[in-house]
């Protein structure tokens, strides 16, 4: 007996030195000190040993355990100081001033077409006004004269929530409800934000794009201040002066309603932005209805205003030269670069 604790010490002490890392320390644990280990072998052989015998190796057994136990958390010490000097080391020698080219971020065309559209509002005393992505039926459609039967109402277009009550806005023209009831007149804002109908994904069409809307409301409004406005605008934003095109168009919350042309602004002959007609559609516009400044507490016997809507993604796909809205939403970097 007393030879056989003797080997396993040294075979226990030799198997140490040749430890490397926690994983060999715990291979030795496991063949020494665990549950099937050689210790615990060792521990059964006791039983059958005479009585003198078990007084003398028994506690030599123990002896043992406790020594293993010992050098095996030294040896667990040793392991972790060396692990800590060699963080240490790597962070020592890290060089902080090593320069390599680093991958460039950019603002999306959106960032970039939103400031610049706020800033010309801006200067013509327009503030910008924000409103809620998720709204109510009155807000969205109630409140702005759509009557129950209107088309635009129709499940296929409009994200419901499941209560049927509340929705995902189809337009921003909710922020003009909601800025008369904030406000009082005179109020001119405009609203760059996102809009969502349930429809088809292609190349001009996506679920989630953006709009701009914008309000004007005071005394004695008038189209000829719409279309000064708009004009203002959009000679800034393509850098030239554009003839405007005005036909009639039917929107519930606009007494009359407009659909705004802008001559375009890359060709004097017709190419294929224009699908060669020289001729672009932009936007939506009207006088407001007195329904909806009613609706909103304002008096319309006081005031009128005018309001408009323009597709900020079909603006932003115009000034860029996107041909594909599915690329504005990809958010992939080669595409984000080129801005
Ligand atoms: N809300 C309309 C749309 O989404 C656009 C619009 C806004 C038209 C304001 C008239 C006045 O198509």
Not at 70 to 82: C, I, K, S
Not at 118 to 144: K, Q, R, W
Request: glycine share 6%.
């Amino acid at each position: 007996m007393h030879s056989t604790i003797e080997s396993i010490r040294n075979n226990f002490r030799s198997d140490l030195i040749n430890v490397n890392n926690h994983q060999d320390l715990e291979v030795i644990r496991v063949k020494y000190l665990g549950r099937q280990g050689i210790l615990a072998d060792l521990m059964t052989q006791l039983k059958d040993l005479s009585a003198d015998d078990k007084k003398t190796f028994g506690p030599a057994c123990n002896q043992l355990k406790a020594e293993f136990q010992e050098l095996h958390q030294q040896t667990q010490a040793l392991l972790f100081a060396r692990e800590q000097e060699l963080i240490a080391r790597k962070a020592a020698a890290f060089d902080v001033t090593i320069s390599k080219p680093l991958q460039q971020g950019s603002l999306h065309p959106y960032t970039y077409i939103t400031q610049e559209i706020e800033d010309i509002f801006m200067s013509m005393g327009f503030a910008v006004a924000d409103g809620p992505e998720l709204e109510t039926d009155y807000n969205n459609f109630g409140a702005l004269n759509i009557p129950a039967d209107h088309p635009a109402r129709a499940e296929s277009d409009t994200f419901w929530l499941p209560d049927m009550q509340r929705l995902l806005r189809t337009h921003t023209s909710t922020v003009q409800i909601k800025t008369m009831r904030e406000q009082t007149p005179p109020i001119a804002i405009i609203c760059p934000g996102r809009a969502l109908r349930n429809e088809a994904t292609d190349a001009s069409h996506d679920f989630m794009f953006m709009q701009i809307e914008g309000m004007l409301i005071d005394k004695n409004i008038s189209i000829a201040n719409l279309l000064a406005v708009l004009k203002e605008f959009l000679d800034k934003l393509f850098g030239k002066s554009l003839q405007l095109r005005v036909r009639p168009g039917f929107f519930p919350f606009v007494e009359p309603g407009l659909e705004i042309d802008a001559q375009c602004p890359f060709c004097t002959t017709g190419c294929s932005t224009c699908k060669h007609t020289c001729w672009i559609e932009l936007l939506g516009a009207g006088l407001i209805h007195p329904n909806v400044l009613r609706n909103a507490g304002i008096d319309p016997t006081i005031y009128s205003g005018f309001a408009f809507g323009s597709g900020l993604t079909r603006l932003a796909m115009l000034k860029y030269h996107i041909t594909d809205i599915r690329l504005i939403h990809s958010g992939k970097i080669e595409f984000l670069e080129q801005f």
